[in-house]
Structure formats: C-alpha cells, structure tokens
C-alpha cells in the first residue's frame, strides 16, 4: 500500500531519480535523449528539486512504499505567466499541476489518480478554484488520465524541448 504525501527536502536525490527514470514516458517519440538529458539536468535534477521544495509557492507531493517514490505530483500557485495559457484558463485563482508522474512498472494502479486527488486537494487548501496543466498533444494516455480526472482541454500552448518547440493542450477543471 502506498502512502502519498508532501515531500521533504530529504527527498530531493530520490526526487530526482524518479524523474529520471519517468521523464521521458511523457515525451513525445521523437525526443532525442540528448533533450531528455538536458531537461532532466536543467529542470529535474537534485538540486532543482531542492529549490521547488523551499519555494512557499509550490507543493510537491510523493508517492512512496516503504521509503521507495514511486510517483510524484508539483502544483504551482499563482497566475500562469504564459500568455497562452492565461488566455485559455478561466478559472481564478488557479494552481498548475506541474508534474504528474508514476513509475512504468505502477502504471494502472490507481497510483496516478491517488496522487492527482491529493495534489487537487492541496490546490484548493491554498485557496485554488481551478486547476491546470499542459501535455502534449501526443501524449495520449496521459490526456486519457487527466479527463478522467475531470480535465477539459481550454487551449493550447507551445513547451520548448532540447531546442523543439512541442505542441501541448492546456487542460482545465474546476476544484
């Protein structure tokens, strides 16, 4: 049974781990793995994950069995800074869901969904009234998940990786 709860800076280095062992399941299929590497050094390594967990504007949230992440979850308060997505999201205030991630062998499980609740939770404990998130367009299992998690695509935006602009819905719900 896992537990799901907000991480520590303790868990940085698994933190870190995790995301690179499940980063690229959400990339498209033509990402390089030069792209992914310079994405998980730039954005998901250590010392990042470090700088999210001290920022009073994120929360991120863990999945673990007996001291094993298995998934994690980072909702950001706050407007989007985007210009796209603040035309496509209607609700205010919002939270983005940043990251929503779970080990392939834990796919299926209900692990996904047990995190998005808790993160869904969190974003309204800090006064959210919607919620958001981008994923690519190819990325058809996840955009399955997060409809089923009573997501609807808003709009749409551009997310740059390894030098390639990827095309992403910008999905919605109400908390």
């Known amino acids: 049974m896992s537990t799901v ?4 800076t303790a868990d940085a280095p698994a933190l870190a781990e995790l995301a690179a062992a499940t980063f690229e399941l959400a990339c498209p299929p033509d990402t390089t793995a030069a792209a992914v590497e ?6 998901l390594a250590e010392a ?4 999210y967990l001290a920022d009073p504007d994120r929360v991120v949230l863990v999945a673990d069995v007996e001291d094993a992440l298995l998934g994690y979850t980072m909702v950001n308060f706050g407007d989007p800074i985007d ?3 603040s035309a ?3 609700l205010r205030p919002t939270a983005e869901v940043s990251k929503c991630y779970v080990r392939a062998g834990f796919h299926g499980r209900g692990l996904a969904a047990a995190l998005m609740t808790a993160t869904l939770h969190v974003a309204r404990e800090h006064g959210a009234v919607g919620a958001w998130l981008g994923v690519n367009e190819l990325n058809a299992r996840a955009i399955r998940f997060y409809e089923k998690q009573g997501f609807a695509r808003v709009g749409r935006k551009t997310f740059l990786l390894g030098g390639v602009l990827e095309n992403d819905y910008v999905l919605e719900r109400p908390l």
């Open 5 to 8: 709860r907000v991480a520590t």
């Open 38 to 43: 310079e994405f998980l050094r730039d954005v």
């Open 48 to 51: 990042n994950f470090r700088d």
């Open 83 to 85: 210009p796209e997505v």
């Open 88 to 90: 496509a999201v209607g």
